[in-house]
């Protein structure tokens, strides 16, 4: 995706973002303001709060790399003319991850960067005047709303991490700061959401121009998948229970709640925006990322396109789809029909294939949190707590739409299974499976089941190497890599950063 902002780190310097005229994420022009002239008015504000938003398109662009490819949903098809991805990219699909990844070092830095700007945004707000007590909220509330995804994603990824929430006055404090606990990051995480939700309007009361913004079921909903990371599962069923009664809904059709003339739908909770049209610079283009590498316009619909094969289904989870199940050809596709008519069993993610009329410009926006998604885990916290019972009527939900046999008559420990599964298939692509694996399994158990995987990919590859043969570190599972090194150049600026055992 073509990058218009730049969030200036600790310069005092806040980028504001352009876009469609009909969105949201329509401003002016960017500019570059210091901080003490800027947030002079409403308009600046609004300004500032889409600038956060424009921050996740960033963060979401490069998500697969940290969220699926560790996992056992996908793998890579190799350039064996060009093995340059080694230490980056491929790195996590075979658990090679090191501080100096470069990749890793970029999500680390945008993250940081992004909540700089919203730490700023929020201890300005106050102090503008000729704005409405209501309006004022809602723009906390959006803002809270992101910085706990943020941290939320980063704590996942790294454990203890640098937690901030004031605006900061100088470029050294950036670099005297030490990391929080998990449990202090955890708990600033639940303030913001609870007090987001508090904040936030319902996605009813929006205006038709602001549809995509947070809302309280957006808070909630997180909020919700927080306590359930955190095994606290009354307060995640009492959370996700709130959502139950604000209006969202399955849509009918599975393929519908990914498709382009369907955004923010009545199963959406909150999706990060794309436009696709070549006159913005705010399109999306993972399909030219997800399509095998030589299939040039037979996925995409444009010949002159270079798909680069990354993000490719494995194996392991074609075969997690059972017979029947609606979702598997809108989910991926095992193979594509080159232009010579020749069928290339490269399988690909399919959700993100969608028309558009501009080559690498889609329209597609990336899901962060579904209705689906709240209906499986109120299942799980009221599994975990008294059994299935009184969770069949969320999990058949979500499986009827399937095409799928409800379920009935099991323990909790075959519902547990059953609910593992129904997660990787219904949210399969959509960057959830690692944090699943570590919020479900045991450290030990992870271990097992990532170290199996990869001796099955070594000994028949999803794809075919092209003659490359595996590394003798390749798919070698440690525990300790379940959370990522703290990049070294962040070591380097901060001395008091220490690294993750491990690494």
Known sequence: MKKTYHILFLLGLLVLSSGCKKSFLDQSDPTKKTVDKFYQNEDQIQQAVSGAYSSMQDHVNSQYIFAEMPSDNTTIQLNPSDRGQTDLVEAFEFWNVTATNGNLADMYSQSYNALYNINVALSKIDGVTAISAQKKNQYKGELQFIRAYYYFNLVRYFGPVVLTTEALTNASDAFASSRSTEDVVYAQIIKDLTDAAAN???????????????????????????????????KAESTLRQVLSLNYSLVNNYADVFATTNKNNSESL????????????????????????GSDGAITGFPTSRPQGWNIPTKSII???????????????????????????????NKYNHPHVTVGHTDDNWPVLRYADVLLMLAEAINEQSGPGGAYQYINQVRTRAGLATLAGLTQDTFRAAIRHERRVELAFENDRW??????????QMTALLNAHGQAERASPSVDRSGVPFAASDYKFDG????????????????????NPGY
Request: glycine share 6%.
């Open 435 to 444: 944090f699943d694996l570590k919020r479900a399994f045991t450290n030990e």
């Open 480 to 499: 300790y890599e379940a959370i990522f090194p703290i990049p070294d150049r962040q070591l380097f600026l901060d001395k008091n950063l220490v690294q």
């Open 200 to 234: 936030l309007p319902l996605k009813s009361d929006y205006a038709p121009a602001d549809i995509g913004r947070a809302s309280k079921g957006s808070a909630l909903g997180l909020l919700g998948k927080v306590y359930l990371t955190r095994k606290d599962y009354a």
């Open 270 to 293: 909150f999706e990060v925006q794309y436009l696709g049209s070549d006159k913005v610079s705010e399109w999306s283009s993972f399909i030219y990322i997800f399509a095998p590498r």
């Open 319 to 349: 075969a997690e789809f059972e017979a029947g199940d609606l979702r598997k050809a809108v989910a991926l596709q095992e193979g594509y029909t080159n232009s010579q008519g020749v069928f290339v069993a490269i399988p690909f993610v």
